[in-house]
């Protein structure tokens, strides 16, 4: 089973940046997809951004070309670079991990970390 451990988040005014990490626990973690959600308040959990074990990418339309996703398997680490902040990315950022696409598509799991906060002020 993995454990994952997110970091990263602060208070940063809009148009800044932010590195999220990931970090990883366990032994499948170099095959296994990693999805970051975020889940604002009033908000369902989304997905943000995947990137499976070979480096593919995917992102929601509303982070496209302002957020990043990327991977150090041999530091069991995923990343979430996040630029040109604006203030409705705030939210609770989480990752999560399968070795199923699907799944973390559908961000159907039923245990979460306890994420990390990002705020964005204007």
């Known amino acids: 089973q993995v454990q994952l451990v997110e970091s990263g988040g602060g208070l940063v005014q809009a148009g800044g940046s932010l590195r999220l990490s990931c970090a990883a626990s366990g032994s499948i973690f170099s095959i296994n997809t990693m999805g970051w959600y975020r889940q604002a308040p009033g908000k369902q959990r989304e997905l943000v951004a995947a990137?499976?074990?070979?480096?593919?990418?995917n992102y929601a339309d509303s982070v496209k070309g302002r957020f990043t996703t990327s991977r150090d398997n041999a530091k069991k680490t995923v990343y979430l670079q996040m630029n040109s902040l604006k203030p409705e990315d705030t939210a609770v950022y989480y990752c999560n991990t399968d070795p199923r696409w699907a799944r973390v598509v559908a961000g159907d799991f039923g245990s979460w970390g306890q994420g990390t906060q990002v705020t964005v002020s204007s």
């Open positions: 990137i499976t074990s070979g480096g593919s990418t």
